[in-house]
């Protein structure tokens, strides 16, 4: 035993990120450690892990979907931290075996939005479904624009032609240095709230865990805080956006 989990923390010691959010480094790599040296043998590649979290995502959204009450929102939320086990698997696995590539960061990135597009609208069919009023419907295509919309302006704006350098996917879990003035402390504080509520892997078992001590339904508790980040992130990057290329002088720069 005292082997096995010296292994295991060694598996972790080896294949963590030098820089990370402090979800990943204190619950979810550790845990996902298990997991790379169980597949550390095995011939299955980090893309391939990448796509096995996806398909457990979907599961997840299903259980969401069709299991009522807290229980069933309980088992979609562990559901979603087994599939994000295998998407911190799948990075730690690369850099264990040396297979690290751009485009398995890329597409690490692209498999994150798809199901972050899937997790808002499942949980607006789930609302359907329990009661059917048809405005969940709207609430739950609404749910998969914004994120689609919100993940459209991120690879905008972390184009080099744009942004003026080449940003990676996994920048933005960097750590940000705090303002000197208070009013940049309140901006980074406010981001720092965000970052944390658009990582839903974070949050969501606290939320499922809470209906069941508190009076409220956690998808509708879940959409409000997740869907209302993004919205606030769409209208911020928007107006960045229109006041930096509308302006008469861009064509001057």
């Not at 259980?63 to 086990?85: R, T």
Request: aromatic share 14%; charged share 15%; glycine share 6%.
């Amino acid at each position: 035993m005292t082997s096995l989990i010296q292994s295991i923390r060694d598996v972790y010691q080896a294949s963590k990120k030098k820089e990370d959010i402090a979800w990943n480094t204190y619950v979810a790599r550790p845990i996902a450690a298990i997991l790379v040296a169980l597949l550390r043998p095995t011939p299955l590649t980090p893309n391939q892990v990448t796509f096995l979290g996806v398909a457990v995502f979907f599961v997840a959204a299903a259980a969401f979907i069709f299991l009522p009450g807290a229980w069933g929102f309980l088992v979609g939320a562990l559901l979603v931290q087994l599939s994000y086990l295998f998407d911190c698997a799948d990075g730690q696995l690369a850099r264990l075996k040396s297979m690290t590539s751009e485009v398995g960061s890329h597409l690490d990135f692209l498999m994150d939005e798809l199901k972050a597009m899937t997790l808002a609208g499942a949980l607006g069919i789930r609302l359907w479904m329990l009661d059917g009023q048809a405005y969940w419907l709207i609430v739950a295509t609404a749910g998969v624009f914004l994120v689609g919309a919100a993940t459209s302006l991120t690879n905008f704006v972390r184009r080099p032609e744009y942004a003026g350098q080449e940003i990676k996917p996994g920048d933005s879990a960097r750590k940000r240095a705090i303002p000197a003035s208070l009013i940049g402390k309140w901006v980074w504080v406010a981001e720092a709230v965000a970052r944390y509520f658009v990582h839903y892997p974070s949050w969501i078992m606290g939320v499922a865990l809470a209906a069941f001590v508190l009076p409220f339904d956690a998808a509708i508790a879940f959409l409000v805080l997740y869907l209302g980040v993004y919205m606030v992130y769409l209208a911020r990057t928007t107006l960045a956006i229109l006041l930096k290329l509308a302006h008469p002088g861009f064509y001057r720069s």
